[in-house]
């Protein structure tokens, strides 16, 4: 549970465990492996009889930059990969609406594209001052079908999800938390330790009204979300395959890819 050698670390602090994205020289981009435990930890986690609470954070400077781009370049000539990752990116969403422990998010640095759909299906997102949102979907070709239309127009207004999700801007955290987009600003040498004592305040609670409490808000999130989750999975699916999404994260891929020669080489 505690491998540090895996993409994606559980470690406990009594009865809180601690969700740590785990690929810090990556910016915690999400590799295909990533994106399957993502898919699986929710369910190990419920059944840790143990845990009243969780938070999700980053290892590193990053709580996660969104796909990893080599991953997300081979979507557009592999169906089979489009249909897994459509799969997987239901499978997170549902499993985090109907997860029954508080989840709190620790938004450490840059939350972008399904990083920024990480934080927001936490059930209270804390974000460090120097942090920020993006979900850039739209800008790289694609439709925002891992949370970005389940999640934003239930968390803010709906003009203030198309703004951002039509233009992929950044937020950063004081502007989410005056749209509601995340609970509130915290120092970032003070994160973690606010976070864990959050998680400790909601693990404290009467455990059975807690549960039950986030279990009816989890019935208004899906029949809310339920039709806009499916369109946007099966429309991020097409647009995976479309030469305008090949177009642009070739040429991202490729800019990372030089960006990454020159700091080896400096």
Partial sequence: MGDESSVLT???????RIVTLNRPDQLNGVSE?????LAEVWRELAADDAARAVVLTGAGRAFSAGGDFGHLLRHHSDPA???????????IQTEMIRFPLPVVAAVNGPAV??????????????????????D???????????????????????????EYLFTGDRIP????????????????AELEREALTLAHRLASQPAQALRATKAALAVVVEQVSR???EAALMAEQSTMASPEYLQIVSKLASGAKSRASETQEA
Avoid at 10 to 16: C, E, I, K, N, S
Avoid at 173 to 188: C, F, M, S
């Fill in 33 to 37: 492996e990533l994106h399957r435990r």
């Fill in 10 to 16: 559980v470690t406990a602090d009594g009865d809180v």
């Fill in 136 to 162: 850039p979907h739209v800008s790289v070709g694609l439709v925002a079908g891992d949370g970005g239309v389940t999640l934003w127009p239930l968390l803010t207004s709906l003009l203030r999800a198309k």
């Fill in 173 to 188: 955290a004081a502007k989410a938390v005056e749209l509601g987009l995340a609970n509130r600003l915290v120092p970032a």
């Fill in 81 to 91: 990969l489009r249909d897994r990752s459509i799969r997987l990116d239901r499978a």
């Fill in 113 to 134: 594209g399904l990083g920024c759909s990480l934080a927001l299906g936490c059930d209270l997102v804390l974000m460090a001052d120097d942090a920020y949102l993006a």
């Fill in 227 to 229: 039709g806009g989750m």
